[in-house]
């Protein structure tokens, strides 16, 4: 996401969330064993190049940066405000937020959607925000927004404060924020970049794919992963699955919820009923977003993803050929694709022929097992 123009008055909403001129934290601490000053000590290490506004009205620095007492005192209006205080302070910030005409809010608290009735009344007065101003919030219980490439580190996840984080092609929106890290970590082992990772959180604004959306056009953006714990707001998670289809960039995602203790934990983190797994999977097959079944095939599949040509929303099956050393295993690959609507297909007389020049003997049906002279490269070269 490319930063705002110095003589733009009021930035996008991509660019408010990820490549902000200026950035407020409320509540940002002094004490470096605290989460509220992470944000500030990421963000200085990381060398963002923008505009840091420590608020906290009982000190007159944080963490050696002038510290102000509270957005009204600012100099200009920040683009993006990180407000990391309780829940009930965290709602009367967001009002002044408003107020002041911030363009985007990011909660890290939680106890909104899911702490009862006092909770939802806190998520009345939000929504109500959004509707009345320009406001736009992250959150509730967001761990925050990263862009590696512009530096923005507005996070309180500790695992970003390792160093030399990847940077590359893929865009993370997750419902968990913490699964940002355990991402992060493991793609860094497989030399696998970053170039955005969102904790959507609670969704009372912002939503994950009205998100993903804002970052289409971003050249530096080439595939999606996505952890989904529920599928909240359909509409603009479909609206941006033919957008990424339509530009090219492959959807992976990852859903939550498929036993019923999965489900109860989802619906315990962030509010939302995960609902049943087969109308979930079938969205997103409809969506062409493609769904993987573990954490590790998250991390994995989109790489791969991005070799093959992207497939529209609404667009079912897709036929494949598939290459095996042994017949048990091909009837094995066989029945994985059936059970996820993807059809093998017999080869073509012509690859018949071409394998009979190789040296093979097929037997012109779907499954051709090589045996044993499959495992001798020679052979099984010629035969891919």
């Known amino acids: 996401m490319p930063p705002v123009p110095d003589n733009a008055s009021t930035p996008t909403l991509g660019q408010a ?4 001129r200026s950035i407020a934290l409320v509540g940002a601490s002094d004490d470096v064993t605290k989460t509220s000053s992470r944000p500030l000590q990421y963000l200085r290490r990381a060398g963002y190049a923008g505009t840091i506004y420590p608020i906290n009205p009982r000190r007159p620095t944080v963490l050696g940066e002038t510290a102000w007492p509270s957005l009204s005192a600012l100099p200009t209006v920040p683009d993006h405000v990180f407000i990391l205080t309780p829940t009930a302070d965290a709602v009367d910030a967001a009002e002044e937020c408003a107020r002041l005409g911030v363009t985007v809010v990011t909660i890290l608290a939680a106890g909104f959607s899911e702490g009862g009735a006092e909770g939802q009344k806190l998520v009345a007065r939000l929504r109500a925000l959004c509707a009345t101003t320009k406001l736009r919030i992250l959150g509730p219980s967001s761990l925050g927004a990263i862009n590696l490439r512009h530096k923005t580190i507005i996070t309180a996840n500790a695992a970003f404060a390792e160093p030399d984080l990847p940077t590359g092609g893929i865009f993370v929106a997750s419902h968990s924020g913490s699964l940002l890290g355990a991402l992060i970590s493991r793609g860094k082992a497989r030399n696998i970049g970053f170039a955005g990772l969102v904790s959507v959180g609670n969704e009372i604004d912002l939503s994950l794919g009205e998100i993903c959306s804002a970052t289409l056009d971003d050249p530096d953006v080439t595939g999606y992963m996505l952890f989904l714990e529920s599928i909240r707001h359909g509409d603009a998670l479909r609206a941006f699955a ?8 492959p959807v992976v995602a990852y859903k939550l919820g498929r036993p019923p203790p999965a489900a109860e934990l989802a619906l315990s983190h962030t509010g939302a009923l995960a ?11 409809d969506c062409g977003i493609a769904r993987v079944f573990n954490f590790e095939t998250l991390i994995e599949t989109l790489p791969l993803l991005r070799r093959l040509p992207a497939r529209p929303a609404g667009v079912r099956g897709m036929r494949v050929g598939v290459v095996t050393t042994t017949g048990g295993g091909a009837a094995m690959v066989v029945d994985e694709l059936a059970m996820r609507g993807i059809e093998a297909v017999n080869p073509t007389q012509q690859t018949f022929h071409r394998l009979t020049e190789a040296g093979l003997a097929p037997n012109h049906e779907r499954i051709n097992d090589l045996t044993l002279a499959g495992t001798r490269y020679a052979i099984m070269k010629a035969a891919l």
Do not use: N, S, V, W
């Open 17 to 20: 969330l990820l490549a902000p």
């Open 275 to 285: 609902g049943e797994d087969d109308l979930a999977a079938a969205f997103l097959a």
């Open 242 to 249: 033919i957008g990424a289809a339509a530009r090219g960039k």
